[in-house]
Structure formats: C-alpha cells, structure tokens
C-alpha cells in the first residue's frame, strides 16, 4: 500500500492560534485528521509528523526510507535556511512536495529563497490547511506515473 509522509517542521504545533492572520485558525491536530481522512478515502497511510528541531527532522526524513513512497515537507523558516533539510531530502531517494499554508511569495522577500524547492518536484503554497489535501492528491498523481514508485 502506498505511503506517504507529512511532515511539519518548527512553529506548525502552534496552527490555530499562531498569526491566524496569517495561518488560519485550523489546528495541525484537525490537519492530520483531514489528511487521514483523505488518505482512507484513497487507500493509502500516512506518516504524520512535527518537529521544532532541525536535526530530528533530518532524522525523520532519513527514517521514511523504506517505509514511505513520497515525503510532503512543511518545514516552516527552514525552508528558508537549511542546507540539512535540502541535502537530508537529496540523500533519501523519494519524490518530496515542498507545502507552505500562506503563500510565501507575497510576504518578505526573506520567504522567497527555498533552499527545499531544488530537490521537490514541487511546491504548493497559499491554500492554508486545503493544501496539505492538495498536496496528498500531487503526490498519489506522481507515484501513480512513477515506475519506480508506483501505486
Ligand atoms: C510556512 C511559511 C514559512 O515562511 C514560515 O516560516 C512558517 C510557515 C507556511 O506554512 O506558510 O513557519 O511554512
């Protein structure tokens, strides 16, 4: 059965009540049952995971080999920072989707530098919780056409 890992880096324990402005008032608990939901309706599991700390996620990312097809990374400010996080994701042999709530591209320009985006096959931001969802749906499409990771 395919497998498909979401995992959340620093500040997203804190969706519902951080910048609501900003992130929306859904929490990460009612995202990880939207994304089971969605992933029981289509026959695949998912991983869930969050961290606030750089080095467990390049741990989390390294420990999906093997157990998971495909690895949707929120990774919130290290998006824009870690060289880790790019060379962790380039080392695991597994399609990854760079997901961001709001769309970083219209904020500060310090947002718009991802050091994930080269090693993704691609990025979705801008459509809050509704991402992760679309996200779920690119992933199942790219592993349907990928042989190597075929659904
Ligand atoms: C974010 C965008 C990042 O710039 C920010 O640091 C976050 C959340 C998003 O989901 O919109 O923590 O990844």
Do not use: K, W
Request: glycine share 10%; aromatic share 4%.
């Amino acid at each position: 059965m395919t497998s498909i890992l979401v995992l959340n880096g620093p500040n997203l324990n804190l969706l519902g009540t951080r910048q609501p402005e900003v992130y929306g008032r859904t929490t990460l608990e009612d995202i990880e049952a939207m994304c089971r939901a969605n992933a029981s309706e289509h026959c695949i599991r998912i991983g869930f995971e969050q961290s606030n700390h750089e080095g467990v996620l390049v741990d989390t990312i390294h420990a999906a080999r093997g157990c998971h097809d495909g690895i949707i990374l929120n990774a919130g400010a290290y998006t824009h920072t870690s060289l880790a996080l790019m060379d962790a994701l380039g080392a695991v042999d597994l399609p990854a989707i760079e997901l961001h709530l709001s769309n970083v591209h219209a904020r500060e320009d310090f947002r718009h530098v991802s050091h994930i985006a080269r090693v993704c096959v691609g990025v979705i931001c801008g459509f809050g919780a509704h991402g992760y969802i679309l996200a779920l749906d690119a992933m199942r499409a790219h592993l349907a056409r990928d042989p190597e990771h075929g659904a």
